[in-house]
């Protein structure tokens, strides 16, 4: 376990900072100039993000502390703020996808989901992908030629990369989702609440170490009790990152180092925390409305229910 902790550490205090996209749009720049026609993969964040998912997760909810896309780059936190100098990538906006404009590779769309279900049993309806437009999105990122990653291999890459990514563990992404992802031979990472598995409406243990013998399925963290990780103090957050990496890691039989933000919460004390354990951290922002993000923070577009597959390869192709 010593070892584990020291190899763990290598990153802690690495912040490889990566000029991003949305320069121009958040500056107030472009965004009036979509004209209907351009896509703008903001506008689910504008009314709720993962904050409002099921509330059977929640023990209390907690206000969304993600500030809206406008000012999203800005981390009054300390640890990610904007470069003094404004540096705009050509072409420019800076927001186009980044396998284009990338000179050495673009590093991979990272999508959210949750749940791919045909009937929604909650108001949240974006949060329910229908198992038909989950397939549509396989076949046509295939069809576009992307290569499928998993949360821990985020990188540059000289090919069209997408990760899939799904939050809380919800036993249809066994029953529904993980058929369609052998179907079209893709690769999708689940991040698990530890305490949540085998619960009712959880993917149970047996499920989950089927998944990760497929090769098709990684998991992630999504934190022990999907607290709000912004509330609490250093030894409990110690105890969310690395107790639900220990039990992940144990169950699934694969290294557990990648995790997402429960309801997108977080701030730079978190950052630096879960780099003692993880090396990847995903977040319920979109990128296209943050200016900078680190392996810490990286953003993600919505697979919302609401988009079709053709809407969202847009989005993630602009
Ligand atoms: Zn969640």
């Given at each position: 376990?010593?070892?584990?902790?020291?190899?763990?550490?290598?990153?802690?205090?690495?912040k490889?900072?990566?000029?991003?996209?949305?320069?121009?749009?958040?500056?107030?720049?472009?965004?009036?100039?979509?004209?209907?026609?351009v896509?703008?993969?903001?506008?689910?964040?504008?009314?709720?993000?993962?904050?409002?998912?099921?509330?059977?997760?929640e023990?209390?909810?907690?206000?969304?502390?993600?500030?809206?896309?406008?000012?999203?780059?800005?981390?009054?936190?300390?640890e990610?703020?904007?470069?003094?100098?404004?540096?705009?990538?050509?072409?420019?906006?800076?927001?186009?996808?980044?396998?284009?404009?990338?000179?050495?590779?673009?590093?991979?769309?990272?999508?959210?989901?949750?749940?791919?279900?045909?009937?929604?049993y909650?108001?949240?309806?974006?949060?329910?992908v229908?198992?038909?437009?989950?397939?549509?999105?396989?076949?046509?990122?295939?069809?576009?030629?992307?290569?499928?990653?998993?949360?821990?291999?985020?990188?540059?890459?000289?090919?069209?990369?997408?990760?899939?990514?799904?939050?809380?563990?919800?036993?249809?992404?066994?029953?529904?989702?993980?058929?369609?992802?052998?179907?079209?031979?893709?690769?999708?990472?689940?991040?698990?609440?530890?305490?949540?598995?085998?619960?009712?409406?959880?993917?149970?243990?047996?499920?989950?170490?089927e998944?990760?013998?497929?090769?098709?399925?990684?998991?992630?963290?999504?934190?022990?009790?999907?607290?709000?990780?912004?509330?609490?103090?250093?030894q409990?957050?110690?105890?969310?990152f690395?107790?639900?990496?220990?039990?992940?890691?144990?169950?699934s039989?694969?290294?557990?180092?990648?995790?997402?933000?429960?309801?997108?919460?977080?701030?730079?004390?978190?950052?630096?925390?879960?780099?003692?354990?993880?090396?990847?951290?995903?977040?319920?922002?979109?990128?296209?409305?943050?200016?900078?993000?680190?392996?810490?923070?990286?953003?993600?577009?919505?697979?919302?229910?609401?988009?079709?597959?053709?809407?969202?390869?847009?989005?993630?192709?602009?």
């Amino acid at each position: 376990m010593y070892i584990s902790t020291i190899f763990r550490n290598k990153k802690s205090c690495a912040k490889i900072s990566v000029l991003f996209a949305a320069a121009a749009l958040a500056l107030g720049g472009c965004s009036g100039e979509s004209g209907g026609g351009v896509p703008n993969d903001t506008l689910p964040f504008t009314a709720k993000d993962d904050s409002t998912e099921l509330s059977d997760t929640e023990d209390n909810n907690t206000p969304d502390t993600d500030m809206p896309p406008e000012s999203a780059g800005i981390d009054t936190q300390g640890e990610l703020t904007l470069p003094e100098t404004f540096f705009e990538p050509e072409p420019s906006p800076a927001h186009k996808s980044w396998y284009k404009y990338a000179e050495d590779g673009g590093y991979p769309a990272a999508i959210m989901y949750h749940l791919i279900l045909d009937k929604p049993y909650n108001s949240e309806t974006d949060l329910f992908v229908s198992p038909v437009s989950f397939a549509e999105t396989l076949a046509i990122l295939n069809a576009h030629d992307y290569v499928y990653v998993f949360a821990d291999e985020y990188a540059k890459n000289d090919k069209k990369s997408v990760a899939l990514t799904f939050d809380d563990g919800y036993e249809d992404n066994y029953t529904n989702m993980f058929p369609i992802l052998k179907e079209y031979g893709a690769k999708a990472t689940i991040f698990l609440i530890a305490d949540s598995i085998g619960t009712e409406g959880y993917l149970t243990e047996a499920q989950i170490r089927e998944m990760a013998e497929s090769g098709l399925v990684k998991f992630g963290s999504h934190t022990k009790t999907h607290r709000n990780l912004t509330e609490l103090d250093e030894q409990d957050l110690r105890h969310e990152f690395s107790e639900s990496q220990k039990i992940i890691e144990k169950l699934s039989g694969q290294r557990c180092d990648s995790i997402a933000y429960p309801g997108g919460q977080y701030n730079s004390s978190v950052m630096k925390i879960a780099s003692e354990y993880y090396d990847f951290a995903y977040t319920t922002k979109s990128p296209n409305s943050v200016f900078e993000y680190s392996e810490m923070n990286i953003p993600r577009h919505y697979g919302a229910r609401s988009l079709s597959a053709e809407r969202l390869l847009e989005i993630i192709e602009y």
